[in-house]
């Protein structure tokens, strides 16, 4: 997934989630102080898990969105599960209303689109917070002896819910695989490598390709470029991303950039370019071979048109002109 889009959705979650935490913590504040409220409060550690948790939301709505990595937010679910245990706790235990608070907990992972693992995460430290929060309830068998038959009916449905969340986060991540993030480019370095070693001698071609800033989804095009062209790995932050072909001659070359453009243009992509460079007419070495591509793409956006493509030592597709480059020595 494109860094910066995970992020900005990491955060619009978890931010929005902790607006809908402190509502809820604001409702249950009212509710427990209600004469109809009837188990037993300790409001000064109440209080004070509630200044935590204020804190805790206030802090996470002025950071920025680049600081809302998938690790960063699980912290901060798991810090939420600590917190609102301690408040279901301090509000009567077993008998707590608190206990709904949780419930959000368990759908952001998938909201996020964070891998299974983090929603896993997430579900066990639900799970785990509340059954120790309930736990001196539970050893000191409170009153009408059905304190543990409650907990464990609502760590039942905490499980189950949790399971149709882990489902989603299991399908998005799937989604996620028909991809690879790759920051700085040592990925796709890293796959050119393999291939050249494996070949030994035969053509390996990349083609690098920039959809353009009005994609309307990266996520679907990658999936559409992984099912029709091969593997694509996404390149920094921005929407240029590397394809890898082995053993193809100049016309499959050409055709993949084409249906590569093609399905960027489907889903909205305009100014749409692609550059590519083939081993060992291109270049001799990998690192040669992502700058020849590389070269070839920055020809294409010199090219007024909508669509361009460059193929580096050759004229370009559609009788644009392209770089030629000499082998790599």
Known sequence: MNGATSQSRNAWVLKGLSLLCLGLLGASL?????????????????????????????????????????????AFYVLYAVLFAAAAFFTGGVSSELYVLFFPLLFAPALAGFRWSTGLLVQGAVLVGYALAMLPDVLNEVEGNDGPALVFFRLAVFALVGAFALAACRGRSGAEDAYALDEDGSMLLERVSAELEARRGARVAVVLVDPGREVEDLDLLMERVQARIGEPFLLGEGSVFGIVLSGADERTIESAARRALAAASSLGADETRAGAAAYPRDARSAGDLLVAAGNALEAAYEIESPSAIVLAGRDAAGGWQGPSFPAAR
């Open 30 to 74: 009212l509710l427990v102080h209600a004469v109809s409220y009837e188990p037993a409060v300790s409001y000064v550690p109440l209080y004070l898990v509630v200044s935590a948790i204020f804190t805790t939301v206030v802090a996470l709505l002025l950071l920025p969105n680049a600081q809302f990595g998938e690790g960063f937010c699980a």
